[in-house]
Nanobody
């Protein structure tokens, strides 16, 4: 079992920045990849960014060039630096871990971008 605690969501104005954090605990050695998804009411959860054990990152086209995903070597933490935020980035952001076929999720943190 892997446990994820995500945090860092807040309300910001367009053009602002936020940094989301996710702390992993439990069977960390089983993690193959970690990252973030987001969801708005009435829509499916969508990929934001992921990073795997060799450091390969994958970003949604809508966030490329604005968001940066990083992790510590031991998989204890992942971070999502979000710059130049737009109103369409408003969503609940969920930390995600791929445990070789097992999916784990954080509780979610709200990001609101509004003037």
């Amino acid at each position: 079992q892997v446990y994820l605690a995500d945090s860092g969501g807040d309300a910001v104005q367009p053009g602002g920045s936020l940094r989301l954090s996710c702390a992993a605990s439990g069977k960390i050695a089983s993690i193959y990849a970690m990252g973030w998804y987001r969801q708005t009411p009435g829509k499916q959860r969508e990929l934001v960014a992921t990073i795997n054990t060799v450091g390969k990152t994958n970003y949604a086209d809508s966030v490329k060039g604005r968001f940066t995903l990083s992790r510590d070597f031991a998989w204890n933490m992942v971070f999502l630096q979000m710059d130049n935020l737009k109103p369409e980035d408003t969503a609940v952001y969920y930390c995600y871990a791929d445990g070789h076929g097992w999916d784990y999720w954080g509780q979610g943190t709200q990001v609101t971008v509004s003037s």
